[in-house]
């Protein structure tokens, strides 16, 4: 195939340094959505944490892990890829959201990716809670029914009420993606999964339903190389999804998120697991939950950005796989 | 009078270290609402942040004014005021919130403030963000009827939507109060407002209403105490309601908060003028838009819980006055 | 046997959220000494740090704890334990302390102490820097006698005197009370200790009484499970204790203490190791040199609070297997 | 005259919030320079701090500056103008540099500004240290010839050499750019000149050229009202550049700069003297050294894009004024 | 007379830039008080907080005032003082202190301070705590008797006992000097008292003795100028002591401080307050109460550190007035 | 052989703690180099980042280095030395640098280390950028020849130009050090590398010379043992150098840096392996780019102090055995 014109290659590092200039993601050109015709992957920020039902802040996410994405280069040596050169990449701006309403930024959110998918865009997002994941799993779902998910987490997430009878909350989007058959429980894995349980019946809906829970502890056991192959096996060759929420990792990686748990996954191995996943169906993947507030250093976003790059390798591959 | 029991006293710092102990406001007893029963002027955290359109976090304002309230002490030697022996004061806990929802939030608050004010408790609030006063002056309407009211803000907070027809922000409170008939527009003064406006007209409703605004400009060319004397003049001898956002301030004296305006009030003024407000009809009073996650060094929030205490000290005066 | 009352519950976070109202250890209910009359676990603070040769600050570690434990929940997934349900247990508040004298201190620390276990109680406490082991154990050994100790750190804490003749520092408890009979040096392990040294012969006191020490090169090697093993074998069935200095761990996860040292313990196996000692005769533990004026964010406050629910669980399990 | 089209408008807050999207100066349209051909006023980076002869970090000024000018809005109530009605405004990005060469940035800032020059553009820039001026300067000569200044600084930088024979520092430029006719030294004002100086003689140069230097003492005598008539007063009415150090102010308001000096102006004083040199003929602008690494909070980025925001509404004017 | 030799010149900045260099008080030269014969004006650190009552830190103060003065540079502009032309100048280094002892650490500091008053060293002191004042008075009563003192501080620190009957706190220092005849408390003056009080009777003692006490509302009222008017008289041309707590500033100057005060002094005015004090019988100063670990930025010191700078120009001029 | 007398002993911490006095390098004496006679040992620091092409603030190394150096005791209890008895060790303090020329700076540097190795110190060296070791090695090859390296980095810094034609950067040391001949390539070895590349060529030059680069999937295989096998056996029994790029550290251990990359090595490791370096004719070394400005906390100063502290063992117990 030829390369992708220079409209879509990410501003030279050589000539203009890498902390300067206008910060898009990956230091990619930005082109909205309406003018995205030949965009492949796009970047897409979801600048919203209403789902959040402890420490807020997730909404700044999507503009400090575009500044720290910065520190990304154009050649990944281990997957010997050059992303840039296998798909039309750009930075798609954030979504339209409405701070102070659930169900409208729900919509929002859905309205903007429904776009993307019909232009054929794989979407790579970066959060915002980690409700966000559910309105972008619906317009997916569109075009490519229930999908598999390799979902790196130290909760479920599938938890069903809150504060009474509220239904959508950054615990609750996977139990709703479920029951709206966007997800295909048999073809999801959950890894890294710990922290104490408001009862042990925490996450006895998600096990009925098939989902594999990879807890912390068997993950240790396991290794990384054993996890990514039950990771594949278990989602298989048809449209998977990627998220990955911050707090799947130890808190000294993420502090800067909304609800640390301690004892947790270290980046280096999320790396290799993310790797892993290349050659899988992949049809888009989210980073979320990185709360700058409570990292004013960046160096949650530093992390953030560096898995979006990890993820953007093998969808760009997987794009590229797929003409 | 009597001098209140020994279960209305701060603990002793002199025998305990001050920033020793569980954290309640000023280091007060914690007493249930419902045991509330001789409790005259309570100190309630409303920790809740839903209304805010831009940087979140002033949900986690109680917790960390409590904690600095803690190096307040007995007396104040300005007002020559021990307030604890003037009124039976207690920390009566966080009202209930729901964190994803600005309708469920306004009812549970205000059910809270209507219990107090079914016990004749004057309450004294900890934000949260502004839009919290709405349901306070609500439950305060009931008793009182329109009130007047001395508001610090950086901004007038009466703007009409958002977000295209979202009428509940923190930007949206006394627009509401005044149209509801909780506030006499003609008793409301304004103090420090500046900054930038979305347009020539922002301020056009309040001004329309009868409110009187002190611009920042105005408040630096009249000096405090001819600003106090206007207060005294605006609002007059019936019931009054205090309000005091954090970001009136410079924000050098208070940046942990979700929407800082460079060039405003200093603290020793904004004491001066509290001070002022002696002698009013004073029925209740909030400090909002403390945000510690903008601002983990504490500082703002030891600033909010300067504020609290001078407030407290002339709350606890009116209510000896009117017995 | 029957659950504990509601009175011995923590708040219920589904209804009212972790970051709000007044923080308690674990939001469970105050209840001061005096009236702590069913109480079986005890969580104390002791706000201290006189006895710190170098950086001071662990005096405030028990409020922020405090603050951070809010993030526990209710049911540990991996013991299957809801200790609520096992134990009465109860945040005590903290003891009387006096920041300028060490020996007043040991003194006031030893008689709250004293007095929680002339009740019963197993207390669990949060320093403090680490000589307010000291107190404690002289409490602890009026009804135990010498005791065993699981002792985590990256210091042993036996060294003799500091400053000329001085001899109650946070680097001597242990000397003392091995000296005066509280611990039982042959049932003593100490474990993660590393850092350069005064001399060659700072540990060798500890060593010709029959302490067991695992320095942080013997740790790697053995592993955690044959750490655990080795651990449950010195200090057998009888009473013991369990100390746990954050300096243990790695300075990533845990910057905020007052003599960090380079290359520790990670928080998983820390846990890990805190769950293999269910089942020993479990009679007292702390969690000590937390000092968070050297980490402002908060993230060694929730370490120290994610170890403290360890404890805790593990000892209302003891506490209903003694039943 | 009619309003500037659509694209030249900041995104619409009240649609999408203002910490959300792309970070651009008060959330304008990125332009590049080459398609640059209808703006008037350019909103421009410098991000570069080779010439930083203490602590470094001014080159990611622009950066913060940008995210936190999110914050500005579109109507100045003070002014009474809404500038973006009144000439065409866009972010032109970041000059380009090069950060180990103090020369070859020197030319490729003076390249940039140049171009911009040639198109009419009338520059507003974010440093950057202030070394950045001269080549501004220089650029800006070759349109105005010598012109007047207005310079807001705790330093006059109008030493000589620095480290042996160095003429180019962030101490040398202003007496640079006098040598070199860029600037009329009877023309130019400095104000708030302080701290201790390396010789009784470090300003004499520029006083001996004509400078009229108010140091803190004379401006707090005087007062604000009688500075900005001595500042009207020695620029008249030729062409007047406007270069505002951020070390101008007290470090309170900007902790984060390389050079802080103790006991400054205040921002309010600051923003009225901007707003006092309305109707002057300006033609450009800086505002320099502000480093974000020794301030992350972005507080001095804030204070930074609000003077940035009060030079772009009299620049605007002063464009409108001309046509 | 002659310039003091090359022996106590600070290093120059204009070849070693100013960040770089083993870090002492002003850059001067490290001389042991054993050798230190030709000494005038001593520079020395007190790193010592155990009179400390509430947040610790202060023992940390003298190295990163250390590290902050070396913005400082050698000509005051406003004195027009050279003051390393007019008395020999070094860095004698910190005073022995034992962090666990009060009475120990008072003798040591005193001891020290006896050798260098033998040796006719005026000392500049950083603290430290408050106490630390008490050793030093001690030392220096010796030889100049009674001795006045201009006191700058948000509290008056006369306080009788602490904890039950505890003397000797950075609360108590100058009740505990006047009772020993250290002071005379006729010619003390306490300049920005505030805050709250423990009763209304903590500030009779001192007001008793004859203190001139200048509460922060009288001193906004008089006026700065009108204030040093007030302490030159107090004073008069006898011996004299300044002892400046930075907790007099406005936390927002100091918020790395122990028991900040909202509402307090600024910067500038302390300048020119300290400028004011030219010409006295000054014997010796310190600058206490930075607490680096409340405020890491160093902000905090380097306002401690320009305090400092301009106590020594000051007092090197006194020595030159006395030879 | 005789203990080195006390001049070059360290301060006892046991007398004076160890947060007091001037900090110098491990509380070693400082000593300038012209008088450095009987140094065998000479810590230096280099205060520069003009090489540095992304984030600054290197210069700011050496001092905060020296500051937490005093957590260094001085016995090392795994490889049982007492470095201080084994070599004359002390601060030579800073080099001249000049912060706005590279080429100056390069001079400055060697001129500085030609002195010491003249007289015969083996100098261990606190960055600055990595550009550092150039001069370095410039100085060492007169003496040694080329060299060994066992250099610990995420990036080989092999590059060759940057910014258009610009040959010397943090980025390209060591192809200038092979190029000129101070570095044998077939004796260096590569330890670390990982992190996006600018191309897929970026590598291949080094390669080429015969350096043997450890990528870190290579270095997790291999295990730290096997490593440390593969480093001897490169470097032999040469001179060989040794430089430490904490970036090659995983970022949470080392966040105060310019160029940091997710998943690297843990500071445990780099202990471990330093210490395998026993017993190598080791000539020299470095720890470069520590940036204090991100990460104001002072931990990644720590962990450099704590590297340097390791390779002083080591490099002392060089000095002993060549003796």
Aim: charged share 20%; hydrophobic share 40%; net charge negative.
């Amino acid at each position: 195939m030829q390369s992708p014109p220079d409209r879509f290659q990410p501003i030279d590092s050589n000539n203009v340094p890498r902390y300067a200039g206008i910060a898009t993601f990956m230091r990619l050109p930005s082109i909205a959505l309406e003018q995205a015709n030949d965009v492949e992957l796009g970047l897409i920020g979801i600048p919203w944490d209403g789902g959040t039902t402890n420490r807020p802040g997730a909404r700044h996410g999507p503009r400090q892990m575009r500044e720290l994405s910065a520190l990304m280069r154009r050649f990944h040596p281990v997957l010997e890829i050059s992303p840039y050169s296998l798909a039309n990449c750009a930075d798609l701006g954030d979504t339209p959201v409405n701070p102070i309403s659930v169900e409208d930024t729900l919509d929002l959110v859905e309205g903007f990716y429904r776009d993307a998918v019909d232009r054929n865009i794989v979407p790579l997002s970066a959060g915002g809670d980690h409700l966000i994941s559910l309105p972008v799993l619906r317009a997916l779902a569109k075009k490519h029914g229930p999908m598999g998910m390799v979902h790196f987490d130290a909760h479920t997430d599938t938890l069903d009420r809150y504060f009474g009878d509220f239904k959508y909350t950054h615990g609750t989007p996977f139990r709703r993606a479920i029951e709206e058959g966007l997800l295909d429980a048999k073809r999801v894995i959950q890894i890294g999964i710990r922290g104490g349980l408001y009862s042990a019946e925490d996450d006895a809906w998600g096990l009925e339903q098939g989902i594999r829970v990879i807890r912390i502890e068997e993950y240790f056991e396991l290794g990384v190389n054993q996890v990514i192959t039950e990771a594949l096996s278990v989602v298989g060759e048809a449209p998977t999804y990627v998220s990955f929420d911050v707090d799947c990792l130890d808190p000294v990686y993420a502090p800067g998120t909304g609800t640390p748990e301690v004892g947790g996954i270290n980046t280096f191995d999320a790396q290799v697991m993310l790797r892993g996943l290349r050659g899988l169906n992949l049809i888009g993947g989210d980073v979320v939950e990185v709360s700058p507030p409570f990292d004013p250093s960046g160096n949650t976003a530093l992390v953030g950005a560096t898995l979006m790059w990890e993820m953007l390798c093998i969808f760009a591959e997987a794009i590229a796989n797929r003409r």
